[in-house]
């Protein structure tokens, strides 16, 4: 027998006709590119959204058609979340930090149509335009009177003249909840990079989860300031959860520094802030030299890489700010885990809390969670026991998008690259990562491009690079390199030996020269042993 509930697809459609009819005057700041702050309300966004839809379905863009973003965090990037995915296009949100050629090389996976970019990209877009064969309309985001007219860009015209000229008034079309809504490469794999296609159903579940109490907990309450990134995995769907709750929503454009923040949290009273540590450890760095505290700020959720005991420590004891420490990954939509005590925990000291809260917390409902020895065993929740953790669940990846690098699950299980604890409660510790990838300031650097352009140098015979620890960038590469015998390179020679080929944040920070770098029994580069080795070093820039 089957229940008698109406069947409504969950849809993302579904979100801003929710926020625009029962949050219609809720606000949406935005510091612009150009440096202004512009404010606006949810039923604005929604208006807008329809006219992108309209303007869509004038290019007769197909269903499933991707369009891409290159956008800081605003309005306008906003607008395109829900008119994109609301019409049935997959919306492709591109990392501008990318190298140019990476970037290309995206945008053809994806066969992206259009191409939506925020000014600052424009350079960017005009080295790009001519490799990226399937985009055949690209919209700049600003007024008509700010687009260039000698670009070069072809099909090129501005978002309010692109949407303008369309009406507001647009029938969200109904589908079958499970088709691809948005999507995401990450580069945190081996090899090119990879995209979690999200469905409409993966995106609603985890808005749904996301907003738990236990979780990242909004409320209509909120005004929240996502500075992790829109092109970072969804804003780690903020955007999504805004709109299901009618939270005030705060977006810092392109100013990232801490001064910039401050200021916006300070004037918009901002009570929530999510982002990776590299940002907040540069807030921090601004309010104790110059004395500043919050007067609204309640809670700050830290993810990406993990949070230092520290920022811990300070966000809560210096300023009154609860630290929420969260794990997830693109293939995950990204949430996994987060850390909120439980009862029983209320009562312990200060110093057994913290022990807790370092902790990449546990399970959100929705998502398991399991570690696994060698031989694919499950290992002990005993807090000691490391092993790979795997998780499986609604808003995780079944498949890369195109079948690119295979079926990734192990019996239903997604591997995630990241050995970890579970204590008896359930907390979720990362200990190390199995994969070859450093994460410097929340971006992945691939540690086998970095060998392989060093082994690409004549008088290199192996290299192996390893990710060292760095006080702001939480990891930065370190190159140990083996010289060919009767060869001379210097570490300059081989740090300028990358330029050009890797994005300039990427070349690793230091060369160190080895005698050998130690293998296994199957050939395979030891890093385990060789972080060992280098366990004295210390980074010329840390
Ligand atoms: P991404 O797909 O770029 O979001 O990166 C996901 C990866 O970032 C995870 O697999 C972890 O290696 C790392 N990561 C994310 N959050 C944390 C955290 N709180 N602590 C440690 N590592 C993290």
Redesign the pocket.
Known sequence: MLGLMQNRPLLISGLIAHAERHHGDGEIVSRRVEGDIHRYQWRDVARRSRQVANALDAMNLLFSDRVATLAWNGYRHLELYFGVSGSGRVLHTINPRLHPEQIAWIANHAEDQVLCFDMTFLPLVQAVHAKCSTIKQYVALCEADKLPQDSGIPNLVSYESWIGGQSPEYEWPAFDENSASSMCY?S?TTGNPKAALYSHRSTILHAYAAALPDVMGLSARDAVLPVVPMF??NAWGIPYSAALTGCKLVFPGPALDGKSVYELVEAEQVTYAAGVPTVWQMLLGHLKPNGLRFSSLKRTVI?????PPAMIDAFREDYGVEVL???????MS?LGTLCTLKNKHLTMSPEDQMKIRLK?GRAIYGVDLKIVGDAGEELPWDGKTFGDLYVKGPWVVREYFKGEGGDPLVNGWFP???VATIDPDGYMQ?TD?SKDVI?SGGE?ISSIDIENIAMAHPAVQMAACVGMRHPKWDERPVVAVVKRPGMEVTREELLKFYEGKIAKWQIPDDVVFVETIPLGATGKMLKTRLREQLKDYKLPTA
Request: overall charge neutral.
């Open positions: 990450t945190g970072h995995v993810g990406g890489s993990a949070c420490h969260a794990w997830g990954m693109t293939e990204p990449q995630t690259g990241d990362i990562r994460k992945w």
